[in-house]
């Protein structure tokens, strides 16, 4: 079975956390005594209804304001697909919460309420979700029971977010469901309360949407993490270059190039955990040996030679800031990027965007916790990098404090 990792996003009582838990609920992924106890969890709130948010807010904060404050992640399957869910939280202070949510994810489920239409939380975590390059979105309109399940207001609002997403450019695909998490209209079976709404329920179509195409397999890249070399009689001269492949195909046979230092060779064989690969592709994790003793270490990255990625020190990125702690001109900082970590400053601040227009605001001093914008880096050694746009493994880096070694900014590679 494949694996699809999804993302919800929404304001402040949008039901995200009840669409999850209803999600769970309804197709038989939680266990009875999980259930019990958000049943009397409920009862001891004073709840008219069963709780299913309690299935995803775990902290005793969120419990408590009835809020999303951290990522949750929770894991279901169904016979057709598994699934890993990020639930981010909806306040504007949480945007750095949300961003780290939905950096891996393949569709972005942002929900909207029926009643308030579309908001600035919904434009602001929609161009996050283009600004990381997430392809589907699900337009989830909850809340349907309180506007007598209307189509008239199901398609005022499809048509205001229509309009705004036409400015964006990364999101291809966008389908617009109208559900009722609370009651459990078109989550996981279709509603008979809305006969007018002929798309498919929610969970079918996360069952049923394509994403298999988004790795990137025409740029071979293969960051080393590990140079295997084991002390023993049996493996006397085996010398692997374990990693994960982050684009491309890779083949016995094939020519590569090792950068940075531009030696070639040859590949000998593919090993995995179940034995020789004919080949091996995104995101498959391997072990790789060369027919030369070429010097590779961890860092480096295997490629061919036909489309090789930039080699450069001076990078434009669009960042999103997430410490307390400003970040002004000049700044120096550690850069995390594939299986690399070098020195880095910051040259430029570009411009920061403002989200709910989407428009530039240039002549700014830095960055403070949850803006977004772009800047220039040079960093101590060369970046062996793509376009992020183009490959999201390559193409994303982490901005690390030396000092106290705290993730201070996620970045995309413009």
């Not at 999850?20 to 969890?41: C, H, N, T, W």
């Not at 790795?215 to 140079?227: G, K, L, S, Y």
């Not at 020190?313 to 995390?336: T, V």
């Amino acid at each position: 079975m494949d694996l699809l990792r999804f993302t919800t996003a929404g304001s402040v009582d949008d039901g995200k956390s009840t669409l999850i838990g209803r999600l769970l609920y309804d197709s038989k992924s939680i266990f009875e005594d999980q259930l019990e106890a958000v049943e009397e969890s409920s009862r001891r709130r004073g709840d008219e209804h069963v709780n299913l948010a309690l299935l995803t807010d775990g902290l005793k904060a969120e419990r408590e304001q009835g809020i999303t404050i951290d990522v949750a992640y929770r894991y279901f399957a169904t016979p057709k697909r598994k699934f890993i869910i990020a639930d981010t939280p909806g306040h504007i202070q949480y945007t750095r919460n949300m961003v780290t949510g939905a950096s891996t994810a393949n569709l972005a489920i942002i929900l909207v309420d029926a009643r308030k239409g579309v908001i600035e939380q919904t434009k602001r975590h929609s161009f996050i979700a283009n600004l990381l390059r997430i392809q589907h979105v699900v337009v989830a309109i909850n809340k349907m029971d309180l506007v007598d399940y209307s189509e008239e207001t199901y398609n005022q609002i499809v048509k205001e977010y229509q309009e705004f997403a036409s400015r964006l450019d990364n999101i291809v695909d966008i389908t617009p469901i109208p559900i009722s998490a609370l009651n459990g209209d078109n989550v996981v079976d279709k509603s008979d309360k809305m006969p007018w709404f002929q798309g498919p329920s929610l969970l079918y179509h996360l069952e049923t949407v394509y994403v298999g195409g988004e790795e990137n397999h025409v740029d071979a890249r293969f960051p080393v993490q590990w140079v295997i070399r084991p002390q023993s009689d049996e493996w006397h001269d085996f010398r692997g270059f374990a990693g994960r492949v982050s684009g491309g195909v890779f083949k016995p046979g094939d020519e590569v190039v090792a950068l940075p230092s531009g030696f070639k060779s040859t590949i000998k064989a593919i090993h995995s955990a179940e034995g020789n690969l004919e080949e091996a592709f995104a995101p498959q994790s391997v072990t790789i040996t060369l027919k030369d003793e070429i010097d590779i270490s961890r860092g480096d990255m295997i490629v061919k030679a036909n489309n090789p990625p930039k080699v450069e020190q001076d990078l434009e990125a669009m960042i999103c800031w997430f410490s307390n702690k400003p970040m002004g001109h000049r700044a120096k900082l550690l850069m995390r990027h594939t299986t690399r970590e070098m020195q880095a400053i910051v040259t430029e601040v570009k411009y920061q965007v403002d989200i709910n227009t989407l428009h530039k605001i240039e002549g700014v001093d830095g960055f403070a916790m949850n803006d977004i914008g772009r800047i220039s880096l040079r960093t101590a050694s060369p970046v062996i990098h793509d376009s992020y746009r183009r490959n999201r493994h390559t193409g994303s880096f982490i901005l690390v404090d030396p000092g106290t070694n705290e993730t201070v900014a996620a970045g995309m590679i413009v």
